[in-house]
């Protein structure tokens, strides 16, 4: 699961970051307040890349989901873009959870002294 989450997490770093150059257009938005917003976003996506598996991360994720659909209302593609990675997140946790459970079926079943 974490390998498929942090994937979506590096994801969205880039789209926050992209997600400000076109903020930056805006006359309703100071270039401060864009890049002390997207910054703080891009640099919680990648802390929740090692965070995924502690306790409470998962549920971070889903609150940077909605962040950057919510992140709509000042850039409307963004409506778009979050719900996509929102959808990958869930995938990323779906089957995340699934491959780890399929991974740890097959470690219970070698033989004891087998390392492949």
């Known amino acids: 699961m ?17 997600a400000g150059l076109v903020a930056m257009k805006s006359d309703d938005l100071t270039m401060t307040a864009v890049w002390t917003v997207c910054g703080v976003g891009m640099l919680f996506s990648l802390l929740l890349c090692g965070m995924i598996t502690r306790p409470g991360g998962v549920q971070l994720g889903w609150a940077l989901q909605i962040a950057l659909i919510v992140s709509g209302f000042l850039i409307p593609a963004m409506f778009f873009l979050g719900a996509v990675f929102a959808g990958l997140w869930w995938a990323s946790i779906h089957y995340g959870r699934q491959i ?13 002294g087998s390392h492949n």
């Open 100 to 112: 780890d459970a399929a991974k740890a079926r097959w470690a219970s079943q070698q033989p004891e």
């Open 2 to 18: 974490r390998t498929l989450c942090a994937s979506t997490l590096i994801g969205e770093f880039f789209v926050i970051g992209f």
